[in-house]
């Protein structure tokens, strides 16, 4: 089944500026990143479709794949919001100058949104990423549970260079994956970072050549279809919360969440 890409809010939206197709296939949805002449820059429209995406998640969907068209995932944020012009209809980083920190608070945390569904535990994204991954591109991978580079793959969190910080989401999971002194290094020198080196400090879970790619998304998600969902979503949720949790802690979470398999899967 495909079905067609945006209800809610993100109707309202030239698809040009969105940039995205969606499909769903069985419990396998597929988001692209559409703009490839444009190397697929990201917009406030590409994050309210985002978002209006993971708030209409069919239920049955337990993969989320997130894919970028042509030679680069992602070149991030669209250069445009540094002009005066900006984006038609979505303003420009001069026009939200001008806004109450409160009111651009809202509008990040909006765009956040297109993210944070990612992490739900009921699903599992992988990111299958090739070519250039930079800013928003690179924190939209961040946000993917897992992460499939091609070799050409090259990350970088260019906001600091600009004057910016990276703000949609991306800093913690960066941070959890790399650790707080390499997170330092890569952001403040805004370096790139190769998909050797990316699967080498934790980056990347895989590292294929570019015509592979397709092929090992394919792989991971049978191999992840094959467990059983109610597991796999208890047992990503205590993952997620280990961190957060002292020994005994963790310890408690997960006798907790095994009496309520045992009961759903013996009783
Ligand atoms: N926003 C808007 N348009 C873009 C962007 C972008 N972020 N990146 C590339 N494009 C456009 C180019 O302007 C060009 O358009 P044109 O053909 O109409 O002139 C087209 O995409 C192709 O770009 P090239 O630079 O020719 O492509 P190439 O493959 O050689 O380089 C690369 C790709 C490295 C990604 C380069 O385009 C680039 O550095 N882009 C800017 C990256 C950037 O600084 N992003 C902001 C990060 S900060 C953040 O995301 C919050």
């Given at each position: ?150 070799d050409d793959a090259r990350l970088c969190m260019k906001e600091p260079a600009l004057g910016l910080v990276p703000d949609l989401t991306g800093t913690k999971p960066l941070v959890d994956l790399v650790g ?88």
């Amino acid at each position: 089944m495909t079905e067609a890409a945006f209800g809610g809010s993100a109707e309202k939206i030239s698809p040009e500026e969105v940039g995205l197709r969606y499909e769903v296939d069985g419990e396998i949805a597929t988001i692209t990143l559409d703009r490839p002449e444009k190397r697929n820059a990201q917009t406030f429209a590409t994050w309210a479709a985002l978002a209006d995406i993971g708030d209409h998640l069919p239920q049955q969907v337990r993969i989320v794949v997130v894919r970028g068209e042509g030679p680069s995932f992602s070149a991030g944020i669209d250069l445009r919001m540094f002009t005066p012009e900006g984006v038609p209809g979505q303003g420009s980083f001069a026009s939200s100058a001008t806004l109450d920190s409160s009111t651009f608070e809202q509008r990040v945390a909006q765009a956040q949104r297109g993210f944070l569904w990612l992490r739900r535990p009921d699903i599992v994204s992988v990111a299958a990423v090739q070519g250039h991954a930079i800013g928003a591109g690179f924190q939209l991978a961040l946000a993917c549970d897992l992460r499939i580079l091609a070799d050409d793959a090259r990350l970088c969190m260019k906001e600091p260079a600009l004057g910016l910080v990276p703000d949609l989401t991306g800093t913690k999971p960066l941070v959890d994956l790399v650790g707080l002194s390499r997170a330092v290094e890569i952001c403040l020198t805004a370096r790139t970072v190769g998909a050797e080196e990316a699967a080498r400090i934790g980056l990347a879970e895989l590292v294929v050549t570019r015509d592979e790619l397709d092929g090992a998304v394919r792989d991971l998600t049978a191999a992840l279809l094959a467990t059983d969902r109610d597991a796999a979503t208890a047992t990503k949720r205590l993952l997620q919360g280990a961190s957060g949790r002292s020994l005994e802690e963790q310890c408690a979470a997960e006798a907790r969440e095994q009496a309520a398999r045992v009961k759903a899967r013996f009783s």
